[in-house]
């Protein structure tokens, strides 16, 4: 079966800093991967989604990237980190075609101070 | 811009009592709809979805969606909820013309009373 691993958990981290958040699936090939942000009475909002490695593509324009480094591994990162980048941050992944379920993680909560 | 909107935040019902959550798109071409939950200290997971067929959809733990294509609606129901139906819900839509990307609405905190 497929599981989907986030790391860190929780993360606390100082303005100006970078970030690298790494997410893994097991279980599949060529899954379609995505970032999403959850913040408190607003939903989750989707930040990247890539279909294949190397390719990346972006929703909203902001301090983050993300990258695909391998078929099963998709890192969201930033140089410097702004007090606004805190939230919740998910990764999801699905198989082939976009607009299929989509499976989350546990999410990693990020704090800038 | 395609969105989705649920149309309470907070419920806050008792034990056997009945839900209805509401939910609603912006969009009146081919969608993908979805349920998911997310049980307190749990990952999000999903509740059911509806990709054709039968309008209405059953999904885990006796909750049941309707899908009406005039009222360009996704509302989720359960005759009798339980203490362990409290999480928050989010209705998520995915939109052909929008290269099929899921939209989630903002979600409605469930609350139940035992």
């Known amino acids: 079966s497929q599981t989907i691993h986030q790391w860190p958990a929780t993360l606390v981290q100082p303005v100006g800093s970078p970030l690298s958040l790494e997410c893994t699936v097991e279980?599949?090939?060529?899954?379609?991967l995505y970032w999403y942000r959850q913040a408190a009475g607003r939903g989750l909002q989707l930040l990247f989604y890539?279909?294949?490695?190397?390719?990346i593509s972006s929703e909203v324009p902001q301090n983050l990237s993300a990258s695909r480094p391998q078929d099963r591994q998709f890192i969201l990162s930033s140089k410097k980190l702004l007090l606004s980048d805190s939230g919740f941050y998910l990764c999801?992944?699905?198989?082939?075609?976009?607009?299929?379920?989509?499976?989350f993680g546990p999410g990693t909560r990020l704090l800038v101070l | 811009a395609q969105s989705v909107s649920q149309h309470n935040h907070h419920v806050i019902l008792s034990e056997a009592a009945s839900l209805e959550l509401g939910c609603n798109y912006s969009?009146?071409?081919?969608?993908?709809l979805f349920w998911y939950v997310q049980y307190p200290g749990q990952h999000l997971q999903l509740l059911l979805k509806?990709?054709?067929?039968?309008?209405l959809v059953k999904g885990i733990k006796g909750f049941e969606a309707e899908f009406i294509k005039s009222k360009f609606s996704f509302n989720l129901r359960k005759p009798s909820v339980q203490w362990s139906d409290t999480a928050e819900y989010f209705c998520?839509?995915?939109?052909?013309?929008?290269?099929?990307?899921?939209?989630f609405g903002a979600g409605t905190i469930l609350r139940v009373k035992s």
């Open positions: 279980g599949t090939s060529n899954p379609n």
């Open positions: 509806y990709f054709s067929g039968d309008p």
């Open positions: 999801a992944w699905s198989i082939s075609h976009i607009g299929e379920t989509q499976y």
């Open positions: 969009y009146g071409g081919t969608v993908n």
């Open positions: 998520a839509v995915s939109f052909m013309e929008y290269g099929n990307k899921l939209v």
């Open positions: 890539s279909v294949g490695i190397g390719q």
